[in-house]
Nanobody, 119 residues
Framework: QVQLVESGGGLVQPGGSLRLSCVAS????????MGWYRQAPGKERELVAG???????KYADFVKGRFTISRDIAKNTGYLQMNSLKPEDTAVYYC?????????????WGQGTQVTVSS
């Protein structure tokens, strides 16, 4: 079973930036993509951004131009650079490996990292 550990969240003012990290317990990003998801209170978990094993990226419309996904395969680590944060970005952010359809591969999720955007 793969363990995924997210970090880097926190409290930030609107317009601020954060960089999230996701470390996998084994090298799952060599042949699989990686996705970042978020879940706000009372809402379902949704895809924020994904990057396939080939490097193709996909972003939800609500983060296009503000967030950038990347990964370091050698470090089993993925990143989400979040700029120009808005209050509506407040949520718990999770990572998972993804398939070519940007669907999560593992049914077990990490603890996530809380992002709160507030003045």
């Amino acid at each position: 079973q793969v363990q995924l550990v997210e970090s880097g969240g926190g409290l930030v003012q609107p317009g601020g930036s954060l960089r999230l990290s996701c470390v996998a317990s084994r090298n799952i990003f060599v042949f699989n993509g990686m996705g970042w998801y978020r879940q706000a209170p009372g809402k379902e978990r949704e895809l924020v951004a994904g990057i396939t094993s080939g490097g193709s990226t996909k972003y939800a419309d609500f983060v296009k131009g503000r967030f950038t996904i990347s990964r370091d395969i050698a470090k089993n680590t993925g990143y989400l650079q979040m700029n120009s944060l808005k209050p509506e970005d407040t949520a718990v952010y999770y990572c998972n490996a993804i398939d070519l359809g940007f669907n999560p591969l593992f049914s077990s999720w990490g603890q996530g990292t809380q992002v709160t955007v507030s003045s």
